[in-house]
């Protein structure tokens, strides 16, 4: 099991950037499998990316590819999800969260952070 904190969340204008981190603890981030979600007031979390143990596959929701890009560094326990050319419709929530295996809903994954907040103004 694992422990997730998100951090690098914050105010933006559209078209601007910025890079979210979450630091895990426990000996089985290596092994696992990580995706970030975000959710909106009223509205689903929704899937934005996701990545593999190794980093070797990764999947992105169609709204963000192209702009976001999901990495990790295992020696670091560590992924980070860069957030490039920001639309309003980006704002919400981004959450964290670790698995077994890798996937791209919500119910998939056991564990999660608590979560960081981007907004992005017009």
Do not use: H
């Not at 204008?13 to 959710?39: E, H, I, K, V, Y």
């Not at 192209?66 to 959450?95: C, H, W």
């Not at 077994?100 to 999660?112: C, E, G, N, Q, S």
């Amino acid at each position: 099991q694992v422990q997730l904190v998100e951090s690098g969340g914050g105010l933006v204008q559209a078209g601007g950037s910025l890079r979210l981190s979450c630091a895990a603890s426990g000996r089985t981030f290596s092994s696992a499998a990580m995706g970030w979600f975000r959710q909106a007031p009223g509205k689903e979390r929704e899937f934005v990316a996701a990545i593999n143990w190794s980093g070797g596959i990764t999947y992105y929701a169609d709204s963000v590819k192209g702009r976001f890009t999901i990495s990790r560094d295992n020696a670091k326990n560590t992924v980070y999800l860069q957030m490039n050319s920001l639309k309003p419709e980006d704002t919400g929530v981004y959450f964290c969260a670790a698995d077994k295996l890798i996937a791209t809903t919500a119910v998939r994954y056991d564990y999660w952070g608590q979560g960081t907040q981007v907004t992005v103004s017009s």
